[in-house]
């Protein structure tokens, strides 16, 4: 009796057989696990999505709650004024002196040693309404006698800004998805038309397309964002910033579908189709779709953060976001003068939170690049 101690063909094979067997959706996570960048922004993303998501809880404070205003931030310390370790940390709350700044003649503030604040997690503190339907009144940090935690400083109105920024989020993510969300069906559907139909019907819709490309958005923008008296519900100015950017920002998405739908009509499969009677709809929506969209969610990913960018410019000038919302931009407008810059820069935080971002969504869209490319 004899044994082979040779591996067999098939066992030697069977790591390139599973990888041959492997999806194409497993084939571009596994391109994508390899590039670091894609990677730190997908986790950078879903980062954001959870701080959109949990804001209410993962803020200290009540971000419409006032108190002394232009506060500089807390610092945590492990030690008391003594220098003596203390666990858990804690914080020292600013309050306003008499004295007056001889500059701005505002009160002088400072933290008041005298009475330290106890920091833990899980506290309780304002209350609010988890996925706007769970009462609850926990809170991830904050100080555990339940008085407000200014770690990022107050705004003029004494509100705090962290709190601020992390339900800003929520505003500025969901104008990017929704705005972005719109241009890629409307961009996608018609530069698939175009290039399928050609003829007449491509040029007027390319005429129309470079007519759009053609205008300057950003005086287009404000122009078309002034138009809405004041005292118009904040629900009705949002929805018209929307729509605003939207019917603006389709055309360069189409523009690129265009081009890549006119390569694929030409591929033996799509003439195939044409062959046995296949109708246009099915040939546009079952052939050509599934190959451009590779080309699509990266546009999608490269296309979210010029979106957040142009809203927080926006929110800056007074024309996207109105109060009660918050949002990045609308926090920004504290920020309009050097004075204010300068005495009290903490008010830049909402900047931080639009490069991280920026950053992440286009970290990942050069990851998805790199992984859905099989060049």
């Known amino acids: 009796m004899t044994i082979d101690t040779h591996p067999t063909v098939e066992a030697a094979s069977a790591p390139e057989e599973r990888h041959h067997n492997e999806s194409y959706s497993a084939l571009v996570w596994r391109r994508l696990k390899r590039s670091f960048t894609g990677m730190m922004g997908l986790v950078l993303v879903c980062l954001l999505v959870v701080i959109a998501v949990f804001a209410d809880f993962l803020s200290p404070v009540d971000p419409k709650a006032t108190g002394v205003a232009f506060a500089p931030p807390q610092s945590i310390s492990f030690t008391d004024r003594d220098g003596n370790f203390v666990f858990p940390p804690r914080s020292y709350p600013i309050r306003e002196t008499e004295e007056l700044d001889p500059v701005t003649f505002q009160p002088v503030v400072g933290p008041d040693y005298e009475n330290p604040q106890v920091l833990g997690f899980f506290v309780e503190g304002a209350p609010y309404r988890l996925f706007g339907l769970i009462p609850a009144k926990r809170h991830l940090f904050g100080a555990a006698d339940g008085t407000p935690v200014h770690l990022l400083g107050t ?16 505003i500025s993510l969901m104008i990017a998805l929704i705005v972005v969300f719109i241009v890629t069906v409307v961009g996608t559907t018609i530069g698939m038309m175009s290039g399928y139909f050609g003829g007449r019907f491509d040029t007027w819709t390319q005429r129309f397309v470079e007519l759009i490309l053609a205008f300057p958005q950003l005086p287009l923008y404000l122009a078309l964002a002034s138009l809405i008296p004041v005292t118009a519900p904040t629900n009705i100015f949002l929805a018209f910033v929307i729509v605003v950017m939207s019917a ?3 055309a360069q998405m189409s523009r690129e579908v265009r081009g890549k739908t006119l390569a694929l009509a030409s591929i033996d499969y799509v003439r195939a189709a044409m062959a046995i009677g296949a109708t246009d709809r099915r040939i546009i929506f079952q052939h050509i779709l599934p190959n451009v969209m590779s080309h699509v969610i990266v546009a999608v990913t490269l296309a979210i953060p010029t979106v957040v960018l142009l809203e927080s410019f926006l929110g800056f000038l ?3 976001v109105k109060p009660p919302l918050i949002s990045w931009g609308l926090m920004l407008q504290d920020t309009a003068n050097y004075s204010v ?4 820069p903490w008010l830049l935080a909402p900047v931080g939170f639009v490069l991280i971002t920026v950053f992440a969504f286009n970290a990942l869209g050069d990851g998805l690049r790199d992984a859905i490319d099989p060049y």
């Open 341 to 344: 810059i300068g005495s009290y």
């Open 318 to 320: 007074g024309f996207a």
């Open 248 to 250: 603006l920002g389709w």
């Open 155 to 170: 705004d003029k109105f004494g509100r705090d800004v962290l709190s601020r920024a992390l339900h800003g989020s929520r």
